[in-house]
């Protein structure tokens, strides 16, 4: 199996950039904990003011699924809900053969 990639933005009202800030550290931190994370990191938009990105590796699919279920991905949702300025956007990556 190969690594899978994915890549989420995160768009948050401009009053809460503060707070959204310390609940995806929160998540960034329980996660990189994950045994199949290769890597998960957070960055903010340089384009579009408030909105957060990560960009994430996870060793196979198990591991994808296994943070999907975990109680701290949860958690984060719930805090993160009603600092949202829209939908969370998550994109499964699949690489293209340039050949």
């Known amino acids: 199996m190969s690594e899978l990639h ?6 948050i009202k401009p009053e809460a950039v ?9 998540l960034i931190a329980a996660t990189r904990r994950e045994a199949g994370v290769v890597s998960y ?3 903010e938009s340089a384009s579009t003011p408030s909105t ?3 960009v994430e590796r996870y060793r196979d699919q198990a591991a994808l699924d296994e943070h999907m279920a975990s ?3 949860a958690a984060a949702f ?3 809900e009603p600092l949202l300025a829209g939908e969370v956007a998550i994109h499964p990556l699949q690489p293209v053969d340039v050949g």
Request: cysteine-free.
């Open 6 to 11: 994915v890549v989420a933005t995160i768009p």
């Open 18 to 26: 503060k707070e959204a800030r310390s609940v995806l550290s929160t």
């Open 41 to 43: 990191d957070l960055y």
């Open 52 to 54: 957060f990105v990560t």
């Open 71 to 73: 109680p701290h991905l």
């Open 78 to 80: 719930a805090a993160a």
